[in-house]
């Protein structure tokens, strides 16, 4: 504690941010002057209620919940401070600090429906067996104007050329240039927080673009990612922008994909191949957990409304809606990228939306890796052809997605069964709200003609 007590006083801190995502991935928490901050520790810690967790994107709280599973006097939780996770918040001008916190009861045991507590546990699956798993993510998302009016679609912003972009600018250098003077603080935010982000480059829809980041730990990288979504979106925010990672933003352009590569090590050695460059036991069952169990863990990976409509775009947007795989094949839904080493040996899942939670799409997908490898499963054959016209492998609506969920007797398993009957009952209340809106479609295609 006292070397963080001295950070605070080298960077003149005045105030804490202490951060947990919710089951949507958003940022809660409080925040408070530094000296109340430490001196919280001396008095039980800063709390939060447990009804934190029952709330759904539209921020209502799912109270047709059973009672009995959190808490029925909607008590409280205490936020425990990571202090790995302790950055600077660039974009002030006050000297302020983030941390991003566990949730734990008086006991000190965590809440079992937080995501962070979620993934840590499936970490600790692999661990048990002596193997650490790595991630690297890649998120996709669009700058675009602000929209103060939501029944007005979004509108791409012009960039410093003064003017909107036209066709397809996929990998276009002078395309991300146009935009220079954003990703410029974007940078010197995420080097002033350690963010490993590694580079940038244009997608295929207007002012979207994608961020990879560097391998490493899952939690690490969860925690990566929670951050950089906030830190974009303040970023847009200082130029007078949106940036927006929902999964289908744009009616006739691409949707947002969070793609996950992901390989395991056992004693720092990568176990997918092996020294000749063939793929291993693990891999092959790695692989089969994740064509096994994706489809059952799919909220997880398109957890909202809107995700369906990226997938249901494969046809002509190319969203790999499938479970097949295959050697730097982008059309199936788990894609193996050549490699020349086993370090370089890996599995990526494309399946997930950049509207995710973090911390629960990196546990679900190696939740199925684990259970694959668990139960000794095989892979399919590699498809060596576009997968796009291949029959559709994954529930096509949210509604049949959540109640395979709900029934999945692995996913109680991993994941508890109160976070899986929680998280199912806030993905209906979202839905049931979504479905009492009147769309601008209806408007426009029934207000006179039926």
């Known amino acids: ?37 430490l001196s919280s520790f001396e008095s039980g810690g800063l709390r939060l209620p447990l009804h934190l967790f029952l709330l759904s994107v539209s921020r209502s709280v799912s109270y047709s919940i059973d009672e009995q599973l959190l808490n029925p006097t909607d008590g409280d939780f205490i936020l425990k401070p990571d202090f790995n996770t302790l950055r600077l918040v660039p974009w002030y001008e006050e000297p302020t600090a983030q941390i991003i916190c566990d949730a734990v009861d008086s006991n000190e045991k965590e809440i079992e429906v937080y995501s962070r507590g979620i993934l840590k546990r499936v970490i600790g699956l692999f661990n048990n067996m002596g193997i650490d ?24 912003p012009s960039g410093q050329s003064g003017r909107t972009e036209k066709g397809n600018q996929s990998y276009g250098i002078d395309a991300i240039n146009e ?15 350690d963010l490993d982000v590694e580079n940038i480059n244009h997608e295929d829809g207007p002012a979207q673009m994608e961020i990879n980041f560097k391998h490493g730990n899952p939690l690490d990288l969860a925690d990566q990612v929670f951050l950089f979504k906030r830190t974009l979106r303040q970023t847009a925010l200082k130029h007078n922008l949106y940036a927006t990672f929902m999964a289908k933003p744009l009616e006739d352009s691409p949707g ?100 995710v939670n973090p ?43 959540i109640d395979i969920f709900s029934r999945s007797k692995e996913a109680k398993e991993i994941f508890g069964e109160t976070f899986v009957e929680l998280f199912c009952s806030i993905k209906d209340l979202e839905v049931n709200a979504y479905n009492k809106i009147i769309t601008a479609w209806e408007r426009e295609y029934l207000l006179l003609n039926v």
Not at 11 to 35: A, W, Y
Request: hydrophobic share 30%; charged share 25%; aromatic share 14%.
């Open 359 to 401: 911390y629960l799409a990196i546990a679900a997908t190696l939740a199925a890796g684990y259970l694959g490898i668990k139960k000794k499963l095989k892979a399919t054959q590699e498809t060596k052809k576009s997968a796009y016209n291949v029959n559709v492998s994954l529930t096509e609506s949210i509604y049949q997605s």
């Open 256 to 355: 947002n994909s969070m793609h996950i590569h992901q390989s395991l090590l056992k004693r720092g050695k990568p176990i997918f191949v092996n020294q000749d460059l063939k793929t291993t036991n693990y891999f092959d069952r790695y692989l089969g957990g994740l064509q096994k169990y994706s489809k059952s863990f799919l909220p997880l990976f398109a957890p909202n409304v809107n995700s369906f409509k990226r997938l249901r775009g494969y046809w002509e947007e190319g969203t790999p809606f499938n479970l097949n795989w295959g050697y730097e094949n982008r059309t199936c839904g788990f894609r193996v990228p050549n490699f020349n080493s086993p370090h370089q040996a890996r599995i990526e899942n494309r399946l997930c939306g950049s509207d």
């Open 133 to 156: 798993p790595i991630i690297a993510p890649e998120i996709e998302f669009y700058l675009v104007k602000k929209n103060n009016d939501p029944d007005y679609p979004l509108e791409t």
């Open 1 to 37: 504690m006292n070397n963080y007590i001295e950070w605070f006083k080298k960077n003149k801190i005045t105030e804490v941010e202490c951060l947990i995502p919710d089951n949507s991935g958003i940022p809660r928490g409080k925040i408070l002057p530094t000296k109340k901050f």
């Open 179 to 193: 935009f220079d003077h954003i990703f410029e603080d974007l940078y010197d935010y995420c080097e002033a927080q």
